[in-house]
């Protein structure tokens, strides 16, 4: 990854701008080109958005940007405005193909299966990735992987496990010098929960959670431990390890963010306090380290860090995820996917909490696993999971 001096900014494309990983990255530019240092600068090029117009307008008055994307079908144009809105489910992909060149900065914060043709896009312009979008390495990851090996570029996580991993991992240490890649969880706002109780949970208590401000989606994924799931089959791409050397653990205080066991039973972690804006800012500035705008640890506050071990009874999602990257092929796309419409009908009240896992993994379980061979046969494995769990969904709903 390209690193450009205070004098000549380095070129940046957000997708995913107004959602949580996208606005935070917007601080972290302004932060970066308010500091004084000699770290790296970013001229903002690119922004794309799903639906939130008016705050995507604001945010390219605020860094001057001109070429922007928006997920609605359609969009008023603004009289006397020169920005050039792309509009529709394929504007992300038309930004990029407008906007990017060799060596710029694209962050991947487009939430679902629907960011994966702009990053592959983005990658093709030879960009590098700062990527929060787990469902890409989830749901394409050989194909994503194999692009970005060919092209040239990087594709650094912006996950705090992730990016926890990466730094533990950064002296080059190869993936045949680890033993276990431990990922934390925070246990999300069931974790002393009983089973009949999580099963029975509502949209609001789902949504509650403890540490992080996420989206709906995210946030009911930490809740089912999904989450962890989709982490432990982007840990595999990302640093090229089985599923028998992947594994979670529960720990609340969200202060260490991941373990690396090496093979001489020596463990490295790396700890912060849960802030986004640090592991955006380390994929952003890699491999430099500047001064950040997070806060850093006060150790002398620390008294309790507790690890508890996944309960899979209670929590069977990271186990499906396991089972997925044994089978390979399409298996995750389809346990994305059908995550995905069990997650929108749990959230319009169409299912039960509890339902989640059960059809991600009648998914997983029905639809036939085929080699990841390109792009066309990842969206019609995921299309299959989608119109299994709609038809499902749909029966539970009516009672049959």
Known sequence: MSNPSPRNPRRL?????TGSIGVSALEVVEHLAGTGSNGPRFEVVGLAAGRRV???RDQCDRFGVRDAAIGLDSVETSEGSSLRLRCGVESAVELVRDVAAPGDLVIAAMVGAAGIPAVL???ERGC???LANKETLVAAGAIVTAAAARKGVEIIPIDSEHAAVHQCVRSGRGP????????????GPFRTWDADRIERATVKEALDHPTWK???????DSAS??????ELIEAHWLFGVGADRLDAIVHPQSIVHSFVEFLDGSSVAQLSPPDMRMPIQYAMCHPERVAGCAPSLDYTT????????????????????????????TAGAVLNAANEAAVEAFLEERIAFGRIPELVKAALDTIEIVEAVDLDVVLDADRRARDLVGERSASLARGD
């Open 13 to 17: 494309i957000v997708l995913g701008s």
């Open 54 to 56: 008016d705050e995507l």
């Open 121 to 123: 896009e983005a990658i």
């Open 128 to 130: 590098d990735i700062a």
């Open 176 to 187: 045949e010098e680890i033993s276990r890649i431990v990922l934390t969880a925070s246990g």
């Open 214 to 220: 996420m989206g709906p989606k995210v946030t009911i």
């Open 225 to 230: 431990m999904m989450n962890k799931g989709l």
């Open 302 to 329: 620390l008294r309790d860090l507790v690890f508890e071990p996944l309960d899979h009874r209670r929590f069977p999602a990271p186990g499906l995820a396991l089972e997925a990257i044994r089978a390979g092929g």
